[in-house]
């Protein structure tokens, strides 16, 4: 079924303690995939959702996970597998959010790159809720440090992602192993061929929830193309950056090096940058991330490893310093500015033929219109004809 509106949170039957947590955050209407989600899961249905990336999808599954939890019991209650460190820690943000008024609610984050033996200890405190990456959960139960048959919940997010990112085999064991669930929740973007699979498999009767990129719904981005030599892109970001005043931006590049290269540059030309990629520690990385949540880092430089994993509402403008190789994942990195009904603007840098010919497939195959801009002689911003 499709849902196109949210309705208000205290006419879905919470707990005080759940509407407590979202007046906290000064929450009354919900999104339409809450709308959608949060009763057939209250109901322990499975429920597979295709809703586009930043549209509420963490309190979908969330509130109904946290309503079902019963703190007594010491075993775990419900795992949630998503794709990317980055993400799983954002989600467990979430989780604990809503689990303010619910004590005895325990959660934990299992991923890769952080020393096992800290979340060893925090299993220790006998979580009910686990949020955790593919790999480093089946690492856990092979080390027997966590036991996850009893959960009665199971949430994939981002499924094609996590399944684009060759972990359906993890994926399809850990639901083996989870085989006493009550209800299994698919959340997705895309529905791929492999995210069928799963639901054809491990899905009985699902409540399936579509929420389309319709108009209220759609980030309202402005978006721009400029021509630069492939030494010029970081005056061209310095140089829009100086105009407009934008003070919360991220700019995505396609390898670890030009991500360093572009933030030396920035860095260099005194602006405020700072970047992650996958050779940078787990720890520095959340770093960095912490840091431009917090607002207190201008320009945040990644590849494309965070471009699902951060969820910061404000981002004045996204750069492409390279254009991207997937028409998907130029999607979810301009999808990170005109959030929260904010207008956001993305500027993709063209230095090459081959990077205007992806442009232009873009532009064509998600019916985006990408407007060419330049500098005039007074370098200001204006439409290239």
């Known amino acids: 079924m499709e849902y196109t ?31 959608g989600c949060i009763p057939p899961m209250m109901e322990w249905r499975d429920v597979i959702a295709k809703a586009p990336t930043g549209t509420g999808k963490t309190f979908a599954y969330g509130i109904p996970i946290v309503e079902h939890v019963d703190p007594e019991d010491e075993t775990v209650q419900a795992v949630i597998l998503a794709p990317t460190r980055e993400l799983a820690i954002q989600i467990t943000d979430e989780i604990r959010l809503l689990s303010t008024f619910k004590p005895g609610v325990r959660s934990v984050c299992l991923y890769g790159g952080q020393p096992i033996g800290k979340q060893i200890d925090s299993l220790k405190k006998k979580p ?3 949020v955790a990456t593919p790999g ?27 399944l684009d990112m060759g972990f359906i085999h993890d994926v399809t064991r850990l639901l083996d192993k989870m085989n006493k669930r009550k209800n299994l929740g698919l959340f997705s973007a895309t529905i791929s061929r492999e995210v069928m699979d799963i639901a054809w498999v491990y899905q009985r009767d699902a409540e399936e929830v579509t929420v389309r990129e319709d108009e209220q719904n759609k980030p309202d981005i402005k978006q721009f193309r400029m021509d630069v030599s492939y030494n010029g892109k970081a005056d061209a970001i310095a140089q829009i950056l100086e105009e407009t005043g934008f003070d919360r931006c991220m700019c995505f590049c396609n390898t670890k090096g030009t991500t360093e290269r572009i933030t030396k540059f920035l860095q260099m030309r005194g602006i405020d940058a700072e970047c992650i990629h996958g050779d940078i520690p787990q720890r520095k990385r959340e770093q960095v991330m912490d840091k431009f949540r917090q607002g207190k880092l201008r320009v945040f430089v990644s590849t494309d490893v965070a471009a699902r994993g951060i969820d910061v509402d404000d ?70 004809e």
């Open 5 to 35: 509106e949210g309705v208000r949170f205290d006419s879905l039957n919470l707990s005080p303690e759940i509407m407590r947590a979202i007046e906290k955050r000064d929450i009354e209407v919900s999104t339409p995939v809450q709308a």
């Open 128 to 130: 009910q809720i686990v």
């Open 136 to 162: 480093r959960l089946s690492d856990h139960m092979k080390r027997r440090t966590v036991r996850v048959d009893t959960a009665q919940t199971v949430v994939l997010d981002e499924a094609d992602r996590m």
């Open 315 to 384: 981002v004045d403008i996204v750069f492409n310093c390279d254009v991207p190789d997937e028409n998907q994942d130029y999607v979810h990195r301009i999808g990170r500015t005109g959030r929260a009904r904010r207008q956001g603007v993305a500027v993709s840098l063209i230095a090459d033929y081959p990077s205007k010919m992806r442009i232009d497939d873009i532009a064509k195959n998600t019916r985006n219109e990408i407007v060419p801009v330049k500098f005039d002689e007074n370098g200001k911003l204006a439409i290239a």
